[in-house]
C-alpha cells in the first residue's frame, strides 16, 4: 500500500520560509514525477511545483517562481518543497501527489497523480 506523508507545516510570519516534506512508503519514488498542490478556504486545488523523476526538471506555478523550490533525495524517498518570501495568500493546506503517468517530464494536472498526501496546513500571517 502506497503512503505519502507530508509534514513540515505551520505557522510563520509573511517574509518568512518553511519547508515542507513528503516522505513514501510502499512505493519507490525515484521511479515517479512528485507534485506539490495546494488548497486555500473555498477555493480549488491548484498545482504548485512538480519535479520529473530524477530531479532534474522541475515547474512551478506563476505565483510562487521565484520563492519556491522543489526538491527531492531518492536516497531518502522523499520529496520537499521549500517555501521562501512567503505570502499571507500562500496560506493553504499543501498536498503532495506521486504520478506513474507522467514518463520523463512533470505535470501540472490532477487527473494525472494517483497517490495523494493527507495535507500539511501552512498558515502565512499578514
Known amino acids: 500500500q502506497v503512503q505519502l506523508v507530508e509534514s513540515g507545516g505551520g505557522l510563520v510570519q509573511a517574509g518568512g520560509s518553511l519547508r515542507v516534506s513528503c516522505a513514501a512508503s510502499g512505493r519507490t519514488l525515484s521511479m515517479y514525477a512528485m507534485g506539490w498542490f495546494r488548497q486555500a478556504p473555498g477555493k480549488e486545488r491548484e498545482f504548485v511545483a512538480g519535479v520529473n523523476w530524477s530531479g532534474g526538471r522541475t515547474d512551478y506555478a506563476d505565483s510562487v517562481k521565484g520563492r519556491f523550490t522543489i526538491s527531492r533525495d531518492n536516497a531518502k524517498n522523499t520529496v520537499y518543497l521549500q517555501m521562501n518570501s512567503l505570502k499571507a495568500e500562500d496560506t493553504a493546506v499543501y498536498y503532495c501527489?506521486?504520478?506513474?503517468?507522467?514518463?520523463?517530464?512533470?505535470?501540472?494536472?490532477?487527473?494525472?497523480?494517483?497517490?495523494w498526501g493527507q495535507g500539511t496546513q501552512v498558515t502565512v500571517s499578514s
Open positions: 501527489a506521486s504520478s506513474s503517468r507522467v514518463y520523463g517530464g512533470t505535470s501540472l494536472y490532477e487527473y494525472e497523480y494517483d497517490y
